[in-house]
Nanobody, 125 residues
Framework: QSHFSESGGGLVQPGGSLRLSCVAS????????VGWFRQAPGKGREGVSC????????YYADSVKGRFAISKDNAKNTVTLQMNSLEPEDTAVYYC??????????????????WGQGTQVTVSS
């Protein structure tokens, strides 16, 4: 069964950093755009970042711009989210998923597929 496996979450103090990884199983990432999403307790799932399939254009939510960086390694079938200057508001379960094209990804969550189980990120002192 095709899916992603996310890892790298944990507990970190405000201002700290984490590096999340997302490995695809059962399919090749080279044709897909991949997005990172998060869901905080009591809130809906929101798009954080997306990297396009061709050209590798990067997209970021305003709330993480300048702090997060997404990258994609097709050879390793992996997408990474480097998160710096973390804030308590970044606390959530983080997921990755795939689709074709990143344009408007934050309003197209239902078009993404191959969701994993997520990885918990907690930012707290």
């Amino acid at each position: 069964q095709s899916h992603f496996s996310e890892s790298g979450g944990g507990l970190v103090q405000p201002g700290g950093s984490l590096r999340l990884s997302c490995v695809a199983s059962g399919f090749s990432l080279d044709r897909y755009s991949v997005g990172w999403f998060r869901q905080a307790p009591g809130k809906g799932r929101e798009g954080v970042s997306c990297i396009a399939n061709y050209g590798g254009r990067e997209y970021y939510a305003d709330s993480v711009k300048g702090r997060f960086a997404i990258s994609k390694d097709n050879a390793k079938n992996t997408v990474t989210l480097q998160m710096n200057s973390l804030e308590p508001e970044d606390t959530a379960v983080y997921y990755c998923a795939a689709t074709f094209g990143c344009s408007g990804y934050r309003s197209r969550i239902s078009e993404f597929d191959y969701w994993g189980q997520g990885t918990q990120v907690t930012v707290s002192s």
